[in-house]
T-cell receptor, first 113, second 113 residues
Framework: DTAVSQTPKYLVTQMGNDKSIKCEQN?????MYWYKQDSKKFLKIMFS???????INETVPNRFSPKSPDKAHLNLHINSLELGDSAVYFC????????????FGPGTRLTVT | SQKIEQNSEALNIQEGKTATLTCNYT??????LQWYRQDPGRGPVFLLL?????KEKRKERLKVTFDTTLKQSLFHITASQPADSATYLC????????????FGRGTSLIVHP
């Protein structure tokens, strides 16, 4: 069984469009994260939720809006997509709040044309 | 500002040798360091966590050291195998009590048969 899953795996879209990426974890963890990994391979945290509550919002443009309907799901909605949004987006979860090992999803490769 | 640095050049070694990867951090004393493995097209996978009061941690063929004086962590893979070829990421929680996970760029390890 997949611990952290993301859909879709690949997303190709045009500038200006709105898109969503979904994430689900079946590990029973309380904390979930969204990371962005750019072409230089830097993995940078964007958001963190603990028990459906936003804990970290790392200077991400307002066009990015996370939503956590329950503690097993953390979705990422992106408005008015820009070329610079092209990257791989990873969802992750952890048992401890902002500590301990993180379990990552397979990633969503977003390409904005 | 805090920095976490890993050698950006790939490390090439022969099968059977010990691979040693370096993670240096500056302007901060993290409570712990983590090491992850990332294969192409996949999310990072947690390997080991070492706390500031631990000098060394082992797991099978893996060994991590934490030198708070040198501000450095070394990651060793003994008896390396081609299957160990991957990118290895170092991570630590940011300072200020926020514990925002901060990742290094990673070092690519290539084990030649």
């Amino acid at each position: 069984d997949t611990a952290v899953s993301q859909t879709p795996k690949y997303l190709v879209t045009q500038m200006g469009n709105d898109k969503s990426i979904k994430c689900e974890q079946n590990l029973g963890h309380d904390t979930m994260y969204w990371y962005k990994q750019d072409s230089k391979k830097f993995l940078k945290i964007m958001f963190s939720y603990n028990n459906k509550e936003l804990i970290i919002n790392e200077t991400v443009p307002n066009r990015f809006s996370p939503k956590s309907p329950d503690k097993a799901h953390l979705n990422l909605h992106i408005n008015s997509l820009e070329l610079g949004d092209s990257a791989v987006y990873f969802c992750a979860s952890s048992q401890e709040h902002l500590g301990g090992e993180q379990y990552f999803g397979p990633g969503t490769r977003l390409t904005v044309t | 500002s805090q920095k976490i640095e890993q050698n950006s050049e790939a490390l090439n070694i022969q099968e059977g040798k010990t691979a040693t990867l370096t993670c240096n951090y500056t302007n901060y004393s993290p409570a712990y360091l983590q090491w992850y493995r990332q294969d192409p097209g996949r999310g990072p996978v947690f390997l080991l966590l070492i706390r500031e009061n631990e000098k060394e941690k082992r797991k099978e063929r893996l060994k991590v050291t934490f030198d708070t004086t040198l501000k450095q962590s070394l990651f060793h893979i003994t008896a390396s195998q081609p299957a160990d070829s991957a990118t290895y990421l170092c991570a630590h929680p940011a300072s200020g009590g926020s514990y925002i996970p901060t990742f290094g760029r990673g070092t690519s390890l290539i084990v030649h048969p």
